[in-house]
């Protein structure tokens, strides 16, 4: 892949991951399409630097998605690579989970469903730019789950074998799946140790990106793969109550 001179769309793009990718790119001489529902933090990007475009968008919200389409396709058609990052992540037990159906829906909507929705209606777009590509935020909780999050491990496990799949249909629009480790995020806060940072996250992807490295395992994961290959009971233990360490 080409790393410079692209137009870029990363989802969930005004914090965590999604912001380090966004700097990244810039750096790397790309525009960015930022999506995010943080008004103030899009505009923050945007006067740090003019090469970040803002749209403020909540992905989950079939209006939004539609909104967000006819901006792309009106003013930026020459959008090559999009970044589905955006994702939430609820901690509870389905046994005693007051208000369940309301965080599963949230869950899978902006986790799953919100990212194979996005890529239908870019797809036309991008397999009319060269230097194409999608790249999809998974988890190595979509690889060995932990109880706490059953919801996002499950969503977690589709976009990775949907990224697969996907892979093996598309000819001119190369697919990439970033399996992270435990990210210092927000949504991390509070959680787990030997956290690696996002901007060793976007670093250690980009490397493998201009690679052509389609299933980019990030810090421990490669050590996760072996041990869940080796012994998937092990992998299960470790990864079982918070794993991620």
Known sequence: ????????????????????????????????????????????????????IPFRCDISQPNDLDKLIMFVEQNHSDTNILVNNAGIQFNYDFAIEPQLLGKIEQEVKVNFLAPLQLISLMLPMLKNNDNAAIVNVSSGLGLVPKKQAPVYCGTKAGIHIFSKALRYQLKHTKVFEIIPPLVDTQMTAGRGKDKIS?????????????KDKYEVSVGK?????LINRISPTLADKIMKNGGER
């Open 1 to 52: 892949m080409r790393i410079s001179g692209n137009k870029v769309l990363i989802t969930g793009a005004t914090a965590g991951i999604g912001e380090a990718l966004t700097k990244k790119f810039v750096s790397l001489d790309n525009k960015v399409i930022a999506v995010g529902r943080n008004e103030k933090k899009l505009a923050e990007l945007t006067q740090e630097d003019k090469r970040i």
């Open 198 to 210: 996002t901007e060793q996250l976007a670093e250690e992807f980009v490397g493998a990106f201009k």
């Open 221 to 225: 994961i490669s050590l996760l793969k």
